[in-house]
């Protein structure tokens, strides 16, 4: 695992960005699992930037959602697939339509799961992950406490996932409970890894996940001791401590 800290959120994004460019450059045919949630969004909007500019082209990369709510009807404005959609996939030139994805109204999620797992093994797994650190330390929506080999499958969401989650829609009350996600196996088995952490209100939960005891209950400090993991934080995120010489890469 290597530790990047930036001084700011914008550099966050502009580096994070040029590394997924750099990822598509070198595989066009790229298997991607993007993060939906705040972390990413400088990132999504640097890395439109640099599509726009005619750096990557994106024909060929092949997209798998991270995580969905259930219960959601097709239309509903909360659908992180529909967030994904706009501010990731759309700006960079790529068919939603072409994703595999999960479905928040599904009458059989669990079987979903199953054949989300199955088709990521079927291209030979994620080339490159793109995640947010939860302030349970979740990443996707793998909750407290989730092993390291845990299958897709639908999950509760924890009430600080609600708490956190909330922010995004105007309450608690707007959150669903229940959310279907990419496993720990799945994530972990990603050739590349990025994961990116911005703000001071992430601080403690980032260095729980990068420096301390390793397990389910911490399902982030899954990502520690894995070469092919690179944890962009904002100096918000990380304090001023220097970055531990285990981290520096
Ligand atoms: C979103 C996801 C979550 C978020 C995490 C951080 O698809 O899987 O794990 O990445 O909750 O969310 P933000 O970035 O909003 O702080």
């Known amino acids: 695992m290597k530790l990047i800290v930036t001084e700011t959120y914008e550099e966050l994004s502009e580096l994070a960005a040029g590394m997924i460019a750099q990822a598509i450059k070198d595989k066009p045919d790229l298997v991607l699992i993007p993060a939906t949630g705040e972390s990413p969004v400088g990132t999504y ?6 599509f726009q500019a005619g750096e990557f082209e994106t024909g060929q990369v092949r997209i798998f959602q991270l995580d ?4 959601l009807e097709p239309d509903d404005h909360r659908l992180l697939g529909g967030w994904m959609d706009r501010m990731m996939l759309e700006p960079i030139g790529i068919d939603p339509a072409k994703t595999v994805g999960f ?5 059989d999620p669990a079987a979903d799961a199953n054949a989300y797992s199955a088709a990521l093994q079927a291209v030979g797994g ?11 330390g979740h990443i996707g929506f793998n909750e407290p406490p989730a092993q ?10 924890t009430p600080e996932s609600v708490i956190s989650n909330a922010g995004y829609w105007g309450g608690a009350d707007q959150v669903p409970r229940l959310a279907i996600t990419a496993g720990l196996r799945d994530i972990l088995g990603g050739r590349q890894i990025l ?5 001071a209100h992430k601080r403690d939960i980032l260095h729980r996940s990068l420096t301390g005891p390793v397990g389910p209950e911490t399902p982030g400090s899954f990502l520690q001791g894995r070469d092919n993991v690179i944890v962009v934080a904002d100096r918000a995120a990380w304090g001023d401590e220097p970055t531990p010489p285990a981290l520096a890469g």
């Open 103 to 107: 479905t928040s109204n599904s009458p």
């Open 68 to 71: 969905e709510y259930l219960g």
């Open 148 to 157: 390291a080999d845990a299958p897709a499958r639908v999950v509760p969401l």
């Open 126 to 136: 994620a080339d490159l992950v793109i995640l947010g650190l939860g302030p349970n």
């Open 195 to 199: 994961l990116l952490v911005s703000g």
């Open 45 to 50: 909007r640097a890395l439109a930037n640099l």
